[in-house]
C-alpha cells in the first residue's frame, strides 16, 4: 500500500523527518508492507528547497499546493507555534487530510476545538511528537494501557530544563552559567523562555491531561513555576539530604478531582526520576491495574522525534483508532489546596532567636517541622537555614513564609521547593 | 462494536483477565466504543468455575466447546507451558481465530510455526503479555518504533531473579536465604528452576529477537548463565566499585551478527537499569534514529499483566498490523567471540607471588588488568583478590580462567562477572 503525505515546515524536525523517511522508510515498508511517499514539502522559506531536493522531494513555498492536493491524505505539520499552523491544520482537516502534528503549543491552546473539528469530520490527528519525542508514550497510553485509570502522572518533559538543573549539580554553577552552557551546546534557545518558565512542560501536562483524563485544562487555571529561582546551593542542599531537584510535570486524580500543576520538585534519590540526567525527558506513570510505570529516552532532537513522526504516519494508514477522548466529569483542583511536603532555605543573619521567630510562624500555620539543619555561614553574614516539613496545605504554607519573609531577621526572599513522596 | 472471547486457563492471569474485565471493560467501551464479550472461560480444573460464576461468566471444562464456538473470534490461551497449549492455539487458528497469549515459554521454542501458522491462516496472535507483564513494550517495538532500528537490547526480564539479587545486596544475605525470602514473598515458585537458571530470561529474549531482528534462536545455542553461583561478596564489591549485579538478557546487532546472550552483568550505578529493584522489570533500547530508550514497571503479577491481554485484545479488534516480521540475514554470534571487560574474584591463599601467577596467566591470554583490589582475609585463609579488566575476549578469559583455577594458591572455582559498558 502506498500512503502519500504533504509535510508542512522543514525546521529542525522537518528536514528530520525527510532524512528519516530517505533512510529507514525500507525498514518500514519491510516490516508493515506500507510505502510512504512524500508528495510535496512546504515551507515559505525558499532556502529550504535545498533540503527537499538533497531527499528527491518535491518542493513548494505554496501551502494551498499542500493543502489541495487530491492525492494528499496526510499532512504533517511540522511548523510549531500557533498561527499560521492553526489555519492550515483545520483547513485540511476541512479537506478531508489527517493530521500528524507535533505542535505541542498549538494543541495545548487549541486542541479541544481541533480534536473536535477532527472527530466531526471523521478525520485523525497524529501527535505522538508532541509529547516527550521519540517516547511512544502517546501510543503507549492509549492503546497499550487502553484498560488502565491513570492516577498519578509524574513527567520530566523538557530536556532544556533538565540539563540545566542537572549541570547546576553536577558542576555546582550557578543557574544562569548553567543556561549559557545549555545556549552553547544547543540545548536552550536564545530566547530560553518557555522552556525556563515552565510553559513548554505545562503545554505537554496539557497534552497529557486530555489523553489520561480527557480534560484540556484551561493553561492559566495550571499552577506553573519554572527554574530561574532555584539556587545552586538547593541543589547542594537537596542532595545532602538524599533528594535532586527535578521540574516535574504533575497531575492526580482524586475521585472528581484533578490536580495539575508544573514546578520543581525534590525527588527521593533512587526513584527512578531522579536519575534522569541530562536532556533526557522520563515520565513515571500510577496506574490501575498496570502498577506503576516509567518510559525513559530522548524528548528533544529532530532525528529522534522524527521516529514519533513516522509512527503516527504508520499508525493513521493502517486502522483509525486514535478515538477521541470522552471528558470526565473531574474538577480542576487549586494548588491552594493541596499538600505536600516541603524543603525550606532561609538565608537568616547570625543571631539568636531567629529559629524561634520562624518556627512559631509555622506552627501557627499548622506546619510542623521535621528537620532542620542549619549551614556555615556564608555571603558576608547569612546564614542558610534548611527545614523538611511535614505535609502541610499550600495555603498555608504561602501565608507563613509572607509573614517569615517580613522577619527582620530573614534576608528575603526565602525559598520553598515542594517535595513529592510519590 | 461487540467483540466476543474465550478464555483457556483460570490460573493467575487468567483470574486477574477475568477480574480486570468486570472492572474495567466499561472504561476500554468508553475509550474505544468496543465492548467486550466473555462468551466462555474454559479450565480442566472443576472448581475453577467459581471463579468464572464470580464474574457472572459461562465455564467449562470441554475446551472444544471454545474453540469450536463460531461466535468467539479471539482465543486468550492463559495455561502456560508447551501441551496442552501448544495444540489448542494450533487448532484455535486452524479454526480462524486469533490468539492472545501470555505464554513465552511456548512462543520461544514453537513461535516461528506459531507465526508462520497465524499468517498462512490471515490471523493475528497478541503477545503483549509474554514479555514484561504490563509494560506495552511488544507494542512500543513493533508500533511506536516501526521506522527505528534496534541495535541493542539489555533487559531485566525476570522479577524473582531481580528480587533475589537485590536483596543479596540490600539485606548482605546469601542467595539461598534471599531465594527463601523471594519464596515466602510469593516472588518465586516451590521449583524455582526456570527462573534462577535464566530460562525464563532467555524465552522472553527469543521472543524479543523476532520482534526486533526477525529470528528466532534456537534456544541451545544462546548462551544461558543463571544466578546461583552470585555470592554476596560479589554484590558486595561490585558495589563498592559503583557497580550493580543485574541478571541481563543481551542483544546486539552488529551487521549481520547477532549476540544474544542471558548472565549476570554489571551495570555501573548511574545507568537507568542500575536502579531497577525489587520485582521490576525494565528493557533499555538503543536505535536509530530515536536513541536510547527505557520502559519500566511490572513484569508479572496477575492484575498487571491482564492489562496487557486486554490491549491486545483491543488492538486486534480495531485493527490487523501486527504483521509477521521478515527473517533478516542475520548471523548467531557464539560468546566465545564476545569482548567485554569482566570483574574477577580469586580466593587466594594469603601467600606471596599468587598476584603473579594470576596476572601471568592472564597477560598470556592477552587479558590486561584494570585494578586489582586485596580484600581483608576472611573465611579461614583466604583473601579475596578483585580484578577488573579490560575487554578481553570471552575464549581467551575462560582459558584462563581453567588454568588459574588449577594453581594451588587458589581456592577453586573463581568468579567471573561480565561488565556491560552500555
Chains 1, 2 share one sequence.
Not at 543573619?349 to 532542620?372: C, F, M, N, R, T
Request: proline share 3%.
Amino acid at each position: 500500500m502506498v500512503k502519500k503525505i504533504g509535510i508542512i515546515g522543514l525546521g529542525n524536525v522537518g528536514s528530520a523527518t525527510l532524512k528519516s523517511l530517505a533512510e529507514y522508510s525500507s525498514l518500514v515498508s519491510r516490516r508493515t508492507s506500507l510505502k510512504i511517499e512524500i508528495k510535496l514539502a512546504c515551507d515559505l522559506r525558499k532556502g529550504k528547497g535545498k533540503i527537499a531536493a538533497k531527499y528527491g522531494v518535491a518542493f513548494t513555498t505554496d501551502v494551498s499546493k499542500v493543502l489541495n492536493d487530491p492525492q494528499i491524505d496526510t499532512i504533517v505539520e511540522l511548523i510549531g507555534g500557533i498561527e499560521p499552523a492553526y489555519s492550515f491544520i483545520k483547513e485540511a482537516l476541512l479537506k478531508g487530510k489527517n493530521i500528524v502534528t507535533a505542535n505541542k503549543a498549538l494543541l495545548a491552546e487549541r486542541g479541544q476545538e481541533l480534536f473536535f473539528l477532527a472527530r466531526k469530520v471523521g478525520k485523525n490527528i497524529g501527535f505522538e511528537a508532541s509529547v516527550c519525542g521519540a517516547i511512544p508514550l502517546i501510543k503507549s497510553i492509549s492503546e497499550g494501557l487502553v484498560s488502565c485509570e491513570i492516577k498519578k502522572i509524574y513527567g520530566i518533559l523538557n530536556g532544556t530544563t533538565n540539563y540545566i538543573l542537572y549541570k547546576m549539580g553536577q558542576e555546582k554553577i550557578d543557574f544562569s552559567s548553567a543556561l549559557r552552557r545549555a545556549q552553547k551546546k544547543g540545548f536552550a534557545e536564545k530566547k530560553p523562555h518557555f522552556d525556563i518558565s515552565g510553559i513548554d512542560t505545562l503545554n505537554k501536562l496539557c497534552i497529557l491531561s486530555y489523553l489520561c483524563f480527557g480534560v484540556w485544562p484551561s493553561l492559566k487555571r495550571v499552577y506553573t513555576e519554572g527554574i530561574s529561582k532555584i539556587d545552586m546551593l538547593d541543589i547542594v542542599y537537596a542532595e545532602e539530604l538524599n533528594y535532586r531537584v527535578k521540574l516535574l510535570a504533575i497531575a492526580k486524580r482524586q475521585g472528581k478531582f484533578l490536580d495539575l500543576r508544573v514546578h520543581p520538585t525534590l525527588v527521593p534519590i533512587g526513584h527512578p526520576l531522579s536519575g534522569v540526567s541530562s536532556t533526557y525527558n522520563a515520565v513515571y506513570l500510577d496506574t490501575q491495574p498496570a502498577g506503576d510505570l516509567l518510559f525513559y529516552g530522548r524528548g528533544a532532537g529532530g532525528m529522534a522525534t522524527s521516529s514519533a513522526v513516522i509512527s503516527d504516519i504508520v499508525s493513521m494508514s493502517l486502522d483509525s483508532k486514535i478515538s477521541e477522548r470522552k471528558k470526565e466529569n473531574i474538577i480542576l483542583k487549586n494548588i491552594t489546596t493541596v499538600r505536600s511536603r516541603y524543603y525550606m532555605r532561609f538565608m537568616a543573619y547570625d543571631e539568636p532567636g531567629v529559629l524561634a521567630k520562624v518556627s512559631k510562624i509555622l506552627a501557627s500555620q499548622h506546619i510542623s517541622i521535621a528537620s532542620v539543619t542549619q549551614k556555615e555561614k556564608l555571603r558576608r553574614k547569612f546564614v542558610p537555614v534548611i527545614m523538611i516539613t511535614h505535609a502541610a496545605k499550600e495555603s498555608d504554607m504561602q501565608k507563613a513564609l509572607l509573614r517569615i519573609d517580613k522577619l527582620s531577621v530573614i534576608k528575603s526572599p526565602s525559598q520553598i521547593i515542594r517535595i513529592e513522596d510519590f
